[in-house]
């Protein structure tokens, strides 16, 4: 099994709907992460959390709210979807140190009509 | 804001061959960490190698290693011996030693000719 679990993999939708990705880890971290990806653009922080209590907005929140459930559950949606919304977004967990590597899901495509 | 650039949107290498793709990074910190990441088209975004900014010695993994030059501002990735699991897209990515900010570049696509 995945260590960290991205739902739905793909989801195409309309202009104005409300829209929730979901994210699931077992690795044991405390601080997750929300990027979206664009073309030509890389990887863009939208929200991050180091623990339950903790939120943090990142380079491009607009738009976009986050919960964290738990220590392994961290979601991200889109109260109203637009379409330049559309994109890949990955959720990623870090351990304790920042030497350490982020580990990415497989990534939700998403596609607002 | 640190920034991350990669001038390379596309590079091609033949099989067996090395390859050098590029990454400066802008920041005033002397505490910092880089990382090379690589997503197939399987769109995973996987761990390629990272550097610690304190560290003189260049990072080597297998095949890969880095180029660090840090007054430069310089984190190039070197791949050896290219094989046609290499061809992906590559991200450079700057990490402050002081908070949470992670900044990524663009992207180089690698393609690997046969």
């Known amino acids: 099994d995945a260590d960290v679990t991205q739902t739905p993999r793909n989801r195409i939708t309309k202009t104005g709907k409300r829209i929730m990705l979901e994210c699931s880890q077992t690795?044991?971290?405390?601080?997750m992460y929300w990027y979206r990806q664009d073309p030509g653009l890389g990887l863009r922080l939208i929200y991050y959390?180091?623990?339950?209590?903790?939120?943090n907005k990142g380079e491009i929140s607009d738009g976009y709210s986050v919960s964290r459930q738990a220590q392994a559950k961290f979601s991200l949606s889109l109260e109203s979807a637009i379409p330049n919304q559309t994109a890949l977004y990955f959720c990623?967990?870090?351990?304790?140190?920042?030497?350490?590597?982020?580990?990415f899901g497989d990534g939700t495509r998403l596609s607002i009509l | 804001a640190q920034t991350v650039t990669q001038s390379q949107p596309e590079m091609s290498v033949q099989e067996a061959e090395t390859v050098t793709l590029s990454c400066t990074y802008d920041?005033?910190?002397?505490?910092?960490?880089l990382f090379w990441y690589k997503q197939p088209p399987s769109r995973q975004m996987i761990l390629v190698i990272r550097?610690?900014?304190?560290?003189?010695q260049n990072a080597t993994e297998n095949r890969f290693s880095v180029n660090f030059q840090k007054a430069a501002k310089s984190f190039s990735l070197k791949i050896s011996d290219s094989q046609l699991g290499d061809a992906a897209m590559y991200f450079c990515a700057y990490r402050s030693g002081d908070n949470n900010d992670m900044r990524f570049g663009a992207g180089t696509r690698l393609t690997v000719k046969p």
């Open positions: 990623a967990t870090q351990g304790e140190y920042l030497n350490q590597p982020q580990h």
């Open positions: 690795k044991g971290h405390d601080r």
């Open positions: 920041t005033s910190e002397s505490d910092y960490y």
């Open positions: 959390s180091f623990d339950v209590k903790d939120i």
């Open positions: 550097q610690e900014a304190y560290k003189q």
